[in-house]
């Protein structure tokens, strides 16, 4: 069997001095069947293509999601097709036209993926019959060319963290499982920033770069609450949301009783107090859920409520306090088991894992022990 030629409608657009792009649109089945990856590797001490390998989860997100019920992918493939390609338009002074794309019976293919390996990995395995897509292209000359789109498409900076968050809960469909995981937690940070409550506009997010907490913080502790804390009783297994009322309620009484009993340390930035540093979030964060634990026993009471009181909570609270050392002093955290002692200035803890882990234990234990 010989060669082919596919022939896809596209348009030319010049830009540049002798530059022309092609807009068009391909099957994204068909797509690994005109181009191929140019993996970077080393051949004799030069270097060859400008791919990073597939990454497999990535690819099997976008997979599920091609194959959910309504997906829309508008960002384009980008493909740099080498001379055998060419543009024939439907007359000499229009830029339609169809360009005509080889089909080698040897299996070499016309064009390289500048931008798009994982769309594509993702199209070809996809349980779909087809799904079209977008395709921006160029003629380039050399490798070298080729590689320097690679570098200049993959070189902006990525969405900042804390505005994928402050989307993430305003969209309908499949996100990647990082930011769908964050759903729900994003949709209550949101809430208590800019709905009444303690820490109205006091969390620091895309649209509110002023404030002093970081979001992630934030999310990050209430993530943990819907897991196995506090928030965990009014959570809907199925879902991953569930009674976001109570729970809003319930977080906005204990940061109250908070802002309450550590007054003096609440109004001052991170680098001034740990209370809002994301050290002192996450801890006080598992207090909460602890203190939840010890409010569960006093269930069958008639007066029990199920969402504990700002009262209940400043009350709890002062077991603690004069423990604390979120802006001045030392924390002393006892021995470690070769018996040393632990100590930390109050501005050496940090928002790292062994910190928290370190502080978090402290108040928990030093509230048990009250």
Same mark, same amino acid.
């Given at each position: 069997?010989?060669?082919?030629?596919?022939?896809?409608?596209?348009?030319?657009?010049?830009?540049?001095?002798?530059?022309?792009?092609?807009?068009?649109?391909?099957?994204?089945?068909?797509?690994?069947?005109?181009?191929?990856?140019?993996?970077?590797?080393?051949?004799?001490?030069?270097?060859?293509?400008?791919?990073?390998?597939?990454?497999?989860?990535?690819?099997?997100?976008?997979?599920?999601?091609?194959?959910?019920?309504?997906?829309?992918?508008?960002?384009?493939?980008?493909?740099?097709?080498?001379?055998?390609?060419?543009?024939?338009?439907?007359?000499?002074?229009?830029?339609?036209?169809?360009?005509?794309?080889?089909?080698?019976?040897?299996?070499?293919?016309?064009?390289?993926?500048?931008?798009?390996?994982?769309?594509?990995?993702?199209?070809?395995?996809?349980?779909?019959?087809?799904?079209?897509?977008?395709?921006?292209?160029?003629?380039?000359?050399?490798?070298?060319?080729?590689?320097?789109?690679?570098?200049?498409?993959?070189?902006?900076?990525?969405?900042?963290?804390?505005?994928?968050?402050?989307?993430?809960?305003?969209?309908?469909?499949?996100?990647? =499982?990082?930011?769908?995981?964050?759903?729900?937690? $994003? +949709? /209550?940070? !949101?809430?208590? #920033? @800019?709905?009444?409550?303690?820490?109205?506009?006091?969390?620091?997010?895309?649209?509110?770069?002023?404030?002093?907490?970081?979001?992630?913080?934030?999310?990050?502790?209430?993530?943990?609450?819907?897991?196995?804390?506090?928030?965990?009783?009014?959570?809907? =297994?199925?879902?991953?949301?569930?009674?976001?009322? $109570? +729970? /809003?309620? !319930?977080?906005? #009484? @204990?940061?109250?009783?908070?802002?309450?009993?550590?007054?003096?340390?609440?109004?001052?930035?991170?680098?001034?107090?740990?209370?809002?540093?994301?050290?002192?979030?996450?801890?006080?964060?598992?207090?909460?859920?602890?203190?939840?634990?010890?409010?569960?026993?006093?269930?069958?009471?008639?007066?029990?409520?199920?969402?504990?009181?700002?009262?209940?909570?400043?009350?709890?609270?002062?077991?603690?306090?004069?423990?604390?050392?979120?802006?001045?002093?030392?924390?002393?955290?006892?021995?470690?088991?070769?018996?040393?002692?632990?100590?930390?200035?109050?501005?050496?803890?940090?928002?790292?894992?062994?910190?928290?882990?370190?502080?978090?234990?402290?108040?928990?234990?030093?509230?048990?022990?009250?």
């Amino acid at each position: 069997m010989g060669d082919s030629i596919l022939c896809v409608p596209a348009l030319k657009i010049k830009q540049g001095e002798g530059r022309d792009i092609f807009s068009l649109a391909v099957d994204g089945k068909k797509i690994s069947q005109i181009a191929s990856i140019s993996r970077i590797n080393r051949e004799n001490d030069e270097l060859k293509g400008y791919q990073r390998p597939e990454v497999l989860s990535h690819i099997k997100e976008i997979q599920r999601y091609i194959e959910s019920s309504n997906p829309i992918i508008p960002n384009p493939i980008i493909i740099a097709f080498d001379e055998s390609v060419s543009f024939e338009p439907i007359d000499e002074s229009s830029s339609f036209g169809y360009l005509k794309i080889p089909l080698f019976s040897d299996g070499k293919k016309a064009g390289f993926i500048v931008d798009g390996q994982q769309r594509t990995a993702a199209l070809r395995d996809a349980d779909v019959e087809n799904f079209m897509m977008p395709v921006s292209a160029f003629i380039a000359h050399t490798d070298e060319e080729q590689r320097e789109q690679f570098m200049l498409v993959n070189s902006t900076k990525p969405l900042p963290k804390t505005l994928l968050n402050e989307l993430a809960p305003y969209t309908l469909g499949r996100l990647p =499982s990082d930011l769908q995981a964050k759903k729900f937690p $994003s +949709m /209550l940070t !949101l809430s208590m #920033n @800019f709905q009444d409550g303690p820490l109205k506009g006091l969390i620091k997010t895309a649209t509110n770069p002023s404030g002093v907490i970081a979001d992630t913080s934030i999310i990050k502790m209430i993530d943990a609450s819907l897991r196995e804390g506090a928030l965990y009783r009014f959570r809907d =297994s199925k879902t991953g949301t569930g009674d976001s009322i $109570s +729970m /809003l309620q !319930l977080l906005n #009484n @204990f940061w109250t009783a908070v802002h309450h009993v550590f007054d003096e340390d609440w109004n001052k930035k991170p680098r001034y107090s740990r209370l809002l540093h994301g050290v002192g979030i996450m801890s006080l964060g598992s207090l909460m859920d602890h203190i939840d634990a010890q409010h569960m026993l006093f269930e069958n009471l008639e007066d029990w409520n199920p969402i504990p009181t700002v009262e209940f909570y400043i009350e709890e609270l002062k077991f603690i306090k004069d423990k604390c050392h979120w802006s001045s002093g030392a924390w002393d955290f006892g021995v470690d088991i070769d018996g040393i002692s632990i100590t930390r200035k109050w501005n050496q803890l940090q928002n790292v894992s062994k910190d928290i882990y370190l502080l978090s234990d402290y108040i928990v234990k030093t509230y048990d022990n009250a």
